[in-house]
Structures are given as C-alpha cells and as structure tokens.
C-alpha cells in the first residue's frame, strides 16, 4: 500500500475506498475489533460455526478460535467457496489454542503439514527473517529480520511442509536468541484467489495488533492488500468539496487570534481552530484551514472568545483553495487618568473623577462596584494598625470575675 491507512483516514479531503473484508475469530478482549475501529475500517466478525454465513468478501482473515469449535467438513466447504468466489484468505497463527488459521489449515486441508507452538522466550524477541522477496515484505531484503512484538516474551508458532501447486515461504520464523525455528509466512498464488499464512499475527488473551513493530504491522496490511482481489483492493480516493483557508485576526490590532474556531455554518460538524505558525516567518498568527464538503457559496462562522463572532460567505471551489479571512471585532476600554487615590479621615469624604472610554470596534459594558481597600488606624503612641491585622489578632485576654 502507498498511502497508509491511518494517512488516508487523517487526510482531509479524500476516504478509504476497502474491499470487503471477514475476519473469523472469537477476538479475545475485542483487540481486533478496536484496531479495525480506530483506524475507520469495516470487517464484519464471525466465530467457526458460522462459516456458512461467510460469503461474498473480498478477503477474510481467520484469526484465534478454539480446535473444538471448527468443523473439518464446514472448513473445507469454507476454502471451496472463497476459491469459487475468488475471496482471498489470510490465516493467522499465535502460540496459543489450536484452532487458529494455519493450525486449521493444517489439521483439516494437511498442508502445512505441522505447525509448532512455545510459549517460552524469556529476553528474547519474535521475528520475521525474509527469506525471498515479495510484495508482502516491499522494502525488505532477503537477510532482514522483522521484529514483531518488541520488547515481550517471544512467543511463537511455525509451520513446516508448506510445498506444492504453487505454495512458498517467503519468510521463516525465529527468536533474537534462539535463531530460525521454521517457516513464518508463505502465500500461494491459486488459480481464482490468493492464500496468505502468517505465524505469529494472530491475537491471544493478552496480546494482539497494539503490540505489534511499525515494520510487522506494514507487513500485515501488505498481506491484507496483496491477497485481496486487484479490483477491490484499498484506495485512497478524493471525495467532493474544498479547502477553504484564511486568517482570523483582532479588528482593533490586526493581530492574528489563535484558538479561535471556523465553522461552516451549512455543515456545523466541520470546523476548525486557528494556530500559530513559529516556523514559517511569512505568514502570521491566527491562520487557518479547513476542508468542505459543501461547495459553491456557503456561510462560515469565526468565533472567539469575547469577541463578536462574524458570519461570512464563502464561494468554495472545489478540488481548490478558496482563501477567506474574518476580522473580529471586540470593545478596547481605555481609562484616563490610569488611577485616582484619596486620603480621607474617619467619617470625611472626598470626590475623584476619571473617564471610561470605548475605542474599539464593538460595544463594551463597564460595571463599576466597590471593593474594600481596607483602612488603617492611628494608634495612641502615634504607631499604625491595619484592619487586616485587627481581624486576625487574638483580641483581649479571658479573665474570671
């Protein structure tokens, strides 16, 4: 895949066009059904006795399951229709339970012929070592080890016998300390599909996608997109609309307003914030962008704090950049003198006067309340006492009388 999942999704003005995609597992903790979710992606999930309810997919993954729950007559009537179909199938395998995909492949259609699980690994890491280049490994060299989950006990599966009617292993299985254990990934180009293994990909009661390498992880979604039919394979396609990008800024100042939001007014779910830009000295604060689907002329909103919020239309054109930009204005409250000040003894008075004047370019409400500054007293022996200090000093000593 060029474009990645994750930077298709995150990329504003185009969506993930997939094939249709099964996945057969009793996901353990849901992990794989959170790691499809949150990268946008549908795949509808079934357990092995509803294999007859798994047809019309472009590719299905067989993840963890339990031996006891797959049916050798019901497996062999699943590789049929996904050959008839032309559905791709991607088996995955971990060190645990036995029912997972090459392990079912295995005991049911015997080829592989074994496939091997341990579970120890203490130190050690869980690696890919390429063994022949393919599309699955794209940017790997024959010798290059792949790690798969850094940092965790290497557990690991692996199979043996994996030959015939077009069938290879293009990477074998191993440990950082133990060296190559057996066979890690094969494929097989069929006459009507495509068959993908991959020994250490599936999920357990502890572990699944969240822990895989970056690397490990690219190459499960090479193996998801080679082995899915070419007409139907994943594609990062522009949808319709338009960027629209601007500035918002203080009416008053000209100054750029960061953290201000754009939204467009016919289609409130799209908005935006603007920001500094510190690493570009030609263009100043408050910038924003943000795509639309809606072109043509439409209204956008820019709002922030307690500034008057501004409506503008926007003729966006679309597959273009249509640049608006919003000045908001706000009241700018001057006070002139900057403050006044009065000496006034007990029970006098005295008058100050000042100005409050609105130089901005909205209105401005001005509240003025008292607030109690306190006094000071003129003791006996010409000393001084705030009230401050009256309040909080113990007062008079008890006495018994």
Same mark, same amino acid.
């Given at each position: 895949?060029?474009?990645?999942?994750?930077?298709? !999704? @995150? *990329?504003?003005?185009?969506?993930? +066009?997939?094939?249709?995609?099964?996945?057969?597992? %009793? /996901?353990?903790? =849901?992990?794989?059904?959170?790691?499809?979710?949150?990268?946008?992606?549908?795949?509808?999930?079934?357990?092995?006795?509803?294999?007859?309810?798994?047809?019309?997919?472009?590719?299905?993954?067989?993840?963890? !399951? @339990? *031996?006891?729950?797959?049916?050798? +007559?019901?497996?062999?009537?699943?590789?049929?229709? %996904? /050959?008839?179909? =032309?559905?791709?199938?991607?088996?995955?395998?971990?060190?645990?339970?036995?029912?997972?995909?090459?392990?079912?492949?295995?005991?049911?259609?015997?080829?592989?012929?074994?496939?091997?699980?341990?579970?120890?690994?203490?130190?050690?890491?869980?690696?890919?070592?390429?063994?022949?280049?393919?599309?699955?490994?794209?940017?790997?060299?024959?010798?290059?080890?792949?790690?798969?989950?850094?940092?965790?006990?290497?557990?690991?599966?692996?199979?043996?016998?994996?030959?015939?009617?077009?069938?290879?292993?293009?990477?074998?299985?191993?440990?950082?300390?133990?060296?190559?254990?057996?066979?890690?990934?094969?494929?097989?180009?069929?006459?009507?599909?495509?068959?993908?293994?991959?020994?250490?990909?599936?999920?357990?009661?502890?572990?699944?996608?969240?822990?895989?390498?970056?690397?490990?992880?690219?190459?499960?979604?090479?193996?998801?997109?080679?082995?899915?039919?070419?007409?139907?394979?994943?594609?990062?396609?522009?949808?319709?609309?338009?960027?629209?990008?601007?500035?918002?800024?203080?009416?008053?100042?000209?100054?750029?307003?960061?953290?201000?939001?754009?939204?467009?007014?016919?289609?409130?779910?799209?908005?935006?914030?603007?920001?500094?830009?510190?690493?570009?000295?030609?263009?100043?604060?408050?910038?924003?962008?943000?795509?639309?689907?809606?072109?043509?002329?439409?209204?956008?909103?820019?709002?922030?704090?307690?500034?008057?919020?501004?409506?503008?239309?926007?003729?966006?054109?679309?597959?273009?950049?249509?640049?608006?930009?919003?000045?908001?204005?706000?009241?700018?409250?001057?006070?002139?003198?900057?403050?006044?000040?009065?000496?006034?003894?007990?029970?006098?008075?005295?008058?100050?006067?000042?100005?409050?004047?609105?130089?901005?370019?909205?209105?401005?409400?001005?509240?003025?309340?008292?607030?109690?500054?306190?006094?000071?007293?003129?003791?006996?022996?010409?000393?001084?006492?705030?009230?401050?200090?009256?309040?909080?000093?113990?007062?008079?000593?008890?006495?018994?009388?």
């Amino acid at each position: 895949m060029t474009v990645s999942v994750d930077q298709c !999704q @995150s *990329a504003p003005g185009y969506q993930l +066009d997939q094939p249709a995609i099964a996945m057969v597992t %009793t /996901d353990p903790g =849901g992990q794989f059904a959170d790691y499809f979710d949150g990268r946008g992606i549908t795949v509808d999930f079934f357990s092995a006795s509803q294999l007859d309810q798994v047809t019309g997919y472009d590719v299905v993954l067989w993840g963890y !399951q @339990s *031996a006891t729950a797959v049916d050798g +007559d019901e497996f062999l009537a699943f590789l049929d229709r %996904t /050959d008839t179909e =032309g559905s791709g199938v991607v088996f995955l395998d971990h060190a645990f339970t036995t029912g997972n995909g090459i392990k079912s492949l295995s005991t049911h259609a015997g080829n592989p012929t074994s496939v091997t699980t341990n579970t120890g690994g203490t130190g050690q890491e869980n690696l890919y070592e390429v063994t022949q280049e393919h599309p699955i490994l794209d940017g790997f060299a024959v010798g290059d080890q792949i790690v798969h989950e850094p940092g965790l006990t290497a557990w690991v599966a692996w199979f043996d016998g994996y030959e015939g009617e077009g069938r290879q292993v293009i990477a074998d299985l191993g440990r950082t300390g133990d060296g190559i254990l057996g066979s890690g990934i094969g494929v097989q180009e069929r006459a009507n599909n495509r068959h993908v293994l991959m020994s250490i990909h599936s999920s357990s009661a502890t572990r699944g996608p969240s822990d895989w390498s970056s690397d490990s992880e690219q190459i499960f979604w090479n193996a998801v997109d080679w082995a899915t039919p070419g007409s139907a394979s994943f594609e990062c396609v522009p949808v319709d609309g338009g960027l629209v990008a601007g500035f918002v800024r203080d009416r008053n100042t000209g100054d750029g307003i960061n953290g201000a939001t754009v939204t467009s007014v016919d289609s409130s779910g799209e908005s935006t914030t603007t920001f500094a830009t510190p690493e570009d000295a030609q263009r100043g604060d408050g910038f924003y962008w943000m795509f639309s689907s809606l072109t043509g002329r439409h209204r956008f909103t820019a709002s922030a704090g307690s500034y008057t919020e501004l409506t503008r239309p926007v003729v966006v054109e679309p597959d273009w950049t249509t640049q608006r930009s919003f000045q908001l204005a706000a009241g700018r409250l001057d006070v002139a003198p900057g403050g006044v000040q009065a000496d006034v003894a007990l029970g006098g008075s005295a008058q100050r006067s000042f100005t409050v004047s609105n130089t901005g370019t909205a209105a401005a409400e001005v509240e003025l309340s008292e607030r109690d500054g306190g006094f000071t007293i003129l003791r006996a022996d010409e000393s001084t006492i705030s009230g401050q200090e009256i309040l909080a000093s113990p007062g008079a000593p008890e006495r018994q009388v």
